[in-house]
């Protein structure tokens, strides 16, 4: 940039010759090329996220209220489905349940789908169900994660914080198990 500033003050007052000097330090000079573009203009972009179905159950509250009760335990599971909605437009979807329970019942339960609307152009087909399964929940488990967190604490409950998923690990080990399990003929 250093370089152009005093050309284009010279261009300024010397039209002909600046545009005469320009011209051989360009054709000597590379172009420089331009790392931020990906190398197959390969794109995610999310087009809307949303809450597709919710459930809060505190059955019997308010006597859960008090503590936690003797023996609690917490089941979670969370499940991705991936859909396509038009051409390039897939819906992917966080399935996540959780069961906080003691030997007395049930303390609360949770049922949540969350889900996004993503655009995904020049993805090669080697690579849709891994951006589907990996990337596409990474961008949307922030969002689940505060809302399970401030559904539990306005149910009267300490706030249930999720840790981070590693959905790359998960993909490898669904891949992993079904290549595994014997094909019905």
Do not use: W
């Amino acid at each position: 940039m250093a370089t152009k500033k005093p050309s284009t003050a010279k261009s300024a007052a010397k039209p002909k010759k600046t545009t005469k000097a320009a011209k051989s330090p360009v054709i000597d000079t590379p172009p420089e090329p331009a790392p931020a573009q990906p190398v197959h203009g390969a794109q995610l972009n999310v087009l809307g996220q949303f809450v597709k179905d919710l459930s809060f159950e505190s059955p019997n509250a308010p006597t859960s209220l008090q503590g936690p009760g003797e023996n609690p335990k917490l089941e979670v599971n969370v499940n991705v489905q991936g859909r396509k909605h038009d051409d390039d437009v897939y819906e992917v979807g966080l399935h996540f349940e959780a069961q906080a329970a003691n030997d007395t019942g049930v303390i609360y339960n949770v049922e949540l789908v969350y889900a996004g609307l993503f655009r995904l152009t020049s993805i090669p087909d080697n690579l849709l169900q891994p951006v589907l399964f990996i990337d596409c929940p990474a961008v949307l488990f922030p969002f689940l994660r505060r809302l399970v967190a401030d559904l539990t604490r306005e149910g009267g409950f300490p706030p249930l914080y999720l840790d981070p998923i590693d959905f790359a690990s998960l993909y490898q080990q669904n891949v992993a198990q079904s290549q595994q399990q014997p094909v019905a003929s």
